[in-house]
């Protein structure tokens, strides 16, 4: 599919409306902060205060800075980007013109602090992007996403060197763009997640793959586990055994790796880690603290959804059953209400092994697989090979 085509019924004034809102935003942002500079002289003067008293006010207004991100930032994690940012904008616009209607040096000075909140939550509203690594992500264009607000990026690694990584790929070439922009990350502040599809041809490569991420300085390794639909359907699944395998040894990786490691579409991870660290003495309590319990129940449609660029709705990415459009329905109603949506919350709707399973509520299953193998999203997912006790009947 190309570009043209993914983007086709956006209106083109759109795109102006975003780039005219972007570029006044920042400039009347960085106008306002340094043309105090050139007039503390006429402001002090006003006020029968020194310079340095002026001065104080562009020191304070930095720094309240780090408020305003955690303040929106938390607002951004709590309601979505969209509204808080929109408050933000208005928020530290109204404060700019009472800052210049301020009758006093102490209003002065309370309005800049303000003001200084309202710059911090633009950055505080971060955002994280999924580049594709072509000669187009260049150095620049990684500095210029980040001081937009991208405070992290994701890059896929599918093989240890350039001959195994991109004869998966298919393009020649995508793993040097893929080292040099995870170097260009690194030296920009920019955190980054890598992510490896695990299927039978990648499989084998993964312990040098974990290699390879030690010297990145990534802060997540993420592995997504094949799910046999779309582009996908081509390729080939590990094997339940060899799944369970690779379990027990990422756990083991886990323990020492300067980052965290998570798996996609592989739930019964939790089983695994859960069991280990069980027997390494660990209470209920402590394993809920960890990486892996705090993910505990997320998995499709349950703390997970996925819009498209055509603003399609489905529980997941790649669980591709149509709920609805967020230009026709209401968001948080579809995923509240809608009865696909509270099935996939339902664990006592699950069918067959992960219906009886112990580990239910923490794991679930895939519920993507179940679906591509047999067109139920609640039957069992087939990677997972525990078999849970049949519960007695009377």
């Known amino acids: ?39 503390l002289p006429s402001v002090a003067k006003d006020f029968g205060k020194s310079i340095p008293d002026l001065a104080l006010t562009i020191t304070v207004t930095l720094a309240f800075r780090p408020v305003g991100a955690l303040i929106f930032g938390l607002l951004a994690d709590r309601y979505g980007r969209r509204l808080p940012l929109m408050i933000d904008l208005v928020f530290y616009s109204v404060v700019e013109v009472l800052s210049g209607l301020a009758p006093s040096y102490t209003t002065f000075l309370v309005l800049r ?70 170097g260009w990350a690194r030296e920009l502040g920019i955190q980054l997640q890598v992510n490896t599809l695990v299927t039978a041809e990648t499989l084998p490569d993964l312990p040098a793959i974990y290699e390879l991420m030690l010297d990145l300085g990534i802060r997540r ?11 996908g359907k081509g390729m080939q699944e590990v094997s339940p055994g ?37 027997s ?25 959804l996925f819009i498209s660029h055509e603003g ?3 529980p997941s990415g790649f669980l591709p059953v149509h709920i609805g459009n967020v230009r026709t329905d209401h968001l948080v109603n579809l995923y509240r209400e809608h009865p696909v949506f509270s099935s996939l919350r339902d664990v006592s709707a699950y069918k067959g092994r992960c219906g009886r399973c112990e580990f239910v509520n923490t794991c679930g299953g895939s519920r993507a697989r179940a679906f591509a193998w047999t067109g139920d999203y609640l039957e069992s997912d087939p990677l997972c090979p525990f078999v849970p ?5 009377s």
């Open 1 to 39: 599919m190309s570009a043209a085509s993914d983007t086709h019924d956006v209106p083109a004034s759109d795109y102006v409306s975003a780039l005219v809102a972007s570029f006044l935003g920042w400039t009347l942002d960085a106008f306002d902060f340094f043309i105090l500079v050139f007039v």
């Open 113 to 182: 602090a303000l003001f200084g909140i309202g710059m911090g939550g633009e950055w505080g509203i971060g955002a994280s992007l999924a580049p594709a690594a072509t000669p187009d992500l260049t150095r620049e264009r990684l500095a210029s996403l980040n001081a937009a607000g991208i405070e992290t990026i994701s890059l896929s690694l599918d093989g240890s060197n350039a001959q195994r990584h991109d004869t998966f790929r298919g393009v020649p070439g995508t793993f040097d763009h893929t080292i040099r922009a995870a």
């Open 221 to 231: 390794w993420s592995l997504f586990f094949l799910i046999t639909m779309g582009r």
């Open 242 to 278: 060899d799944s369970e395998k690779l379990m027990h040894w990422l756990y083991e990786m886990s323990k020492q790796a300067p980052f965290a490691i998570a798996t996609t579409e592989a739930t019964h991870y939790r089983r695994v880690a859960t069991r280990e660290m069980a």
């Open 280 to 304: 390494e003495g660990m209470d209920e309590q402590a394993i809920e603290a960890t990486p892996v319990g705090r993910g505990f129940g997320i998995r499709d449609g349950n703390g997970i």
């Open 312 to 314: 399609a709705v489905n």
């Open 389 to 393: 006790p049949v519960k007695a009947t």
